[in-house]
């Protein structure tokens, strides 16, 4: 199973941005995706996550992230809006077979190869 994630870049706060993440090899429309961030000396944290119509989001991103998926294109999407310089990290795409929405990376079986996100001030 692979998970190919795509759109970052570098936007100005208060800009947006929509990341993508494709899965091949395997089907994930019955368990969990989501979107977890590393910015620089920092350990990875919970962003969001999605299972069927159930979603999650860390409380640093509420009413800005929006997450949502595509069980036809095995696709989850990740939409940023009001980005802030804080948000600035690499972000990865995961998911897990589980069917309980998790939010600590080692509940994750699958990971993507992370696109990075740069927010300047």
């Known amino acids: 199973v692979q998970l190919q994630a795509s759109g970052g870049g570098l936007v100005q706060a208060g800009g947006s941005l929509s990341l993508s993440c494709a899965a091949s090899g395997g089907t994930f429309n019955s368990g969990v995706m989501g979107w977890f961030r590393q910015a620089p000396g920092k350990e990875r944290e919970f962003v969001a996550a999605?299972?069927?119509?159930?979603?999650s989001y860390a409380d640093s991103v509420k009413g800005r992230f929006t997450i949502s998926r595509d069980n036809a294109k095995n696709t989850v999407y990740l939409q940023m809006n009001s980005l802030k310089p804080e948000d600035t990290a690499v972000y990865y795409c995961?998911?897990?077979?589980?069917?309980?929405?998790?939010?600590?990376?080692?509940?994750?079986?699958?990971w993507g190869q992370g696109t990075q996100v740069t927010v300047s001030s």
């Open positions: 995961a998911a897990r077979t589980g069917t309980g929405v998790a939010v600590k990376p080692g509940s994750y079986n699958y």
């Open positions: 999605i299972r069927w119509t159930y979603t």
